[in-house]
């Protein structure tokens, strides 16, 4: 395996000796980020082939993620190196925060080996420094209005850099930010304010810099960040006390003025899919929403997989299998049948909890249009409905597209309608997208009754 070791503040200036002179935009890749989040995602880093690589748990969890490879290094070289420590931890490889170019560099030199998705909730908001400093032309009207307004209700404002001994009022009022939303309880929450603990306590370290704004002498918003390359600041932290109308937008502009001058473009981070914060982001017209892709290495089980459905649902776009193939696919999980040395049907089977226990639903089962009519769909259904009742499911759903799949599989023992929803990390629908259609057929392994209405929440199949 690779020599991974664990983040440390020691580590600053190698790190960033990758990082800050590459023009990087990525806000994962501020040192500041990786240092003040490594307990949750317990980061790591090693040189490798000359290029620097970030180790690291996605979302804390079990998933192992490497961020793109930075540095003078030949992909060709590192992504072996990388798969086999991937490998070593019972892991597929995944390369997170990728560039378009790269992603595209890994295609070119890897066919069919990655599925590639860039997930919407995770691109930067990039802005142009002096957009937020000036606030000129119709699209800031709205925001130089609420300017005008705190401005009038609270002439006595005052705006001060985020020194050491302001830092504990900015903690006072991250608080009673938290006490306003029931108390930060959420995981994401108190990772945050573990983040923003880490950063106080490293404030010069760490190479930060802030700003808080006061109406007299209360402390009504702070914020802060750091350089994400030469050009580039990233803000890592904005709070506000939201009875002081117009203090998010007040802090936002002062911060931005008082930036030097070459700090031209100002990094906001992601929005996390949160509709509020997405419409607050976009609120400030962005100059580029920067993609970040990624890449997780396949194997040949589901290559095959990739092959025969883009065979038998061309109407599927690529970026959807592949975001399929990454978020909901295993091989373990899959069942499929071989014929003169190739996959030519496949079903999945995603595993959901629900009220009166363990429910596999079957998806996407498919048959290569040369070998249909040939008992092949029929041997997978078999299959599928073996494997659940050895998993212990109470029952095996299924949404009969047609009223011809409808016949077929009632004829091997799936029967109902029953109205059903589902409830994923993503949110995403496994049904028609329509609830008058999506009305589940159902095989029952015991004789537990179903509710009337299913709800289903999805349980990870992957590491």
């Not at 032309?137 to 005052?158: A, E, M, V, W």
């Not at 109406?215 to 914020?223: H, I, K, Q, S």
């Not at 078999?382 to 494997?387: C, G």
């Not at 995403?428 to 029952?444: I, V």
């Amino acid at each position: 395996m690779l020599n991974f070791q664990p983040i440390t503040l020691q580590d600053r200036a190698c790190i960033e000796s990758y990082t800050m002179q590459r023009g990087l935009m990525n806000c994962d890749l501020s040192f500041a980020n990786i240092f003040c989040w490594r307990e949750l995602y317990q980061s790591a880093w090693a040189e490798v082939e000359h290029s620097l690589v970030i180790r690291f748990k996605i979302d804390g969890g079990k998933r192992i993620g490497y961020m793109e490879p930075i540095g003078e290094g030949e992909l060709t070289r590192i992504i072996p190196l990388l798969e086999a420590d991937a490998a070593a931890l019972g892991q597929p490889l995944r390369l997170v925060g990728l560039r378009r170019e790269t992603a595209d560099r890994l295609a070119e030199l890897y066919p069919e080996k990655f599925a590639f998705y860039a997930d919407p909730a995770t691109q930067d908001y990039i802005y142009r420094a002096e957009d937020l400093r000036a606030l000129t032309g119709r699209n800031y009207q709205p925001k130089r209005n609420h300017i005008n307004r705190f401005c009038t209700l609270y002439p006595d404002y005052s705006y001060q850099p985020l020194t050491a001994e302001r830092i504990e009022e900015c903690i006072r009022l991250e608080q009673e930010w938290c006490r306003h939303r029931g108390g930060c309880t959420d995981g994401s929450l108190l990772s945050e304010r573990q983040a923003m603990q880490n950063a106080f306590a490293n404030f010069e370290a760490l190479g930060l810099m802030g700003g808080c704004l006061y109406v007299g002498d209360e402390l009504v918003a702070f914020t802060y960040g750091s350089w994400l390359n030469h050009n580039t600041i990233d803000i890592h932290i904005e709070k506000a006390d939201t009875r002081y109308e117009g203090a998010f937008t007040m802090i936002n502009r002062l911060f931005a003025e008082q930036l030097p001058p070459e700090a031209l473009w100002i990094n906001r981070e992601e929005d996390l899919g949160i509709e509020g914060l997405r419409k607050a982001k976009r609120s400030y017209y962005p100059a580029e929403l920067l993609t970040k892709v990624e890449a997780v290495a396949i194997d040949p089980a589901q290559q095959a997989c990739k092959r025969l459905w883009e065979r038998c649902f061309p109407e599927d776009e690529p970026t959807f299998i592949d975001w399929f193939l990454t978020r909901y696919s295993a091989s373990e999980r899959m069942i499929s049948c071989t014929a003169e040395g190739q996959t030519v049907a496949m079903v999945h089977r995603i595993a959901f909890e629900s009220p009166i226990g363990r429910i596999n639903y079957l998806y996407a089962l498919a048959t290569d249009p040369d070998y249909r009519h040939r008992g092949y769909a029929s041997q997978l259904v078999e299959q599928v409905l073996e494997a659940d009742r050895a998993e212990g499911c109470v029952a095996t759903l299924l949404i009969a597209a047609t009223p011809e799949l409808r016949t077929f599989y009632a004829e091997r023992g799936f029967e109902g309608a029953y109205p059903i929803a589902f409830y994923t990390p993503d949110k995403f629908d496994f049904g028609t997208g329509s609830p008058e259609l999506d009305r589940a057929m159902c095989y029952r392994h015991t004789a537990e009754a179903l509710p009337e209405h299913m709800v289903l929440t999805y349980l990870s199949n992957q590491p």
